[in-house]
């Protein structure tokens, strides 16, 4: 994915987002973003190919093993929106306050097309999770699972 559908979703002349651009770093990291839109949830992001990899978590994201949450994947996100906190305005795409819940680096174990399995080093989150796409899910082609695979760390 480009960030294509990020910007045309935005008036940046409204919003205090950052535009972004696609990079070339890697450095591993991780942001969830707790988002008081029109229903409050959190975006769980990943540093990947020059972009956030981005999902939308409906309820707290899982600091326990045996917890699997609904994660919905949305567009890319730039990098620097790593460290966006802040008031979206009224009347712009995903209007509402969004503030950094957590925070970190992750190491990928195992990346295929449909599951990804990481380690979480964040402040809140700490440990083995898994990322993966249902086969047939009533969610639709965007529905994936996030959960945690172990209760220690």
Not at 9 to 28: A, I, L, M, T, W
Not at 29 to 43: E, M, S
Not at 68 to 90: C, S, T
Not at 113 to 120: A, Q
Request: glycine letters at 8%.
């Amino acid at each position: 994915m480009s960030l294509k559908k990020y910007k045309q979703k935005r008036d940046f002349r409204q919003s205090p987002e950052p535009k972004g651009k696609k990079e070339k770093k890697k450095e591993n990291r991780f942001v969830i973003q707790k988002h008081a839109a029109t229903n409050l949830h959190y975006d769980f992001r990943l540093e990947m190919d020059g972009v956030l990899k981005s999902w939308a978590i409906p309820k707290k994201p899982p600091q326990k093993a045996g917890i699997k949450r609904l994660a919905m994947q949305v567009e890319d996100h730039p990098i620097d929106y790593i460290n966006f906190a802040g008031e979206i305005p009224q009347g712009n795409y995903g209007a509402g306050q969004v503030e950094i819940w957590d925070k970190g680096r992750y190491k990928m174990e195992e990346k295929k097309k449909n599951e990804f399995k990481f380690i979480l080093k964040g402040n809140k989150l700490k440990g083995e999770y898994v990322l993966v796409k249902p086969k047939g899910s009533s969610f639709g082609k965007k529905a994936w699972l996030f959960f945690k695979t172990k209760s220690k760390n």
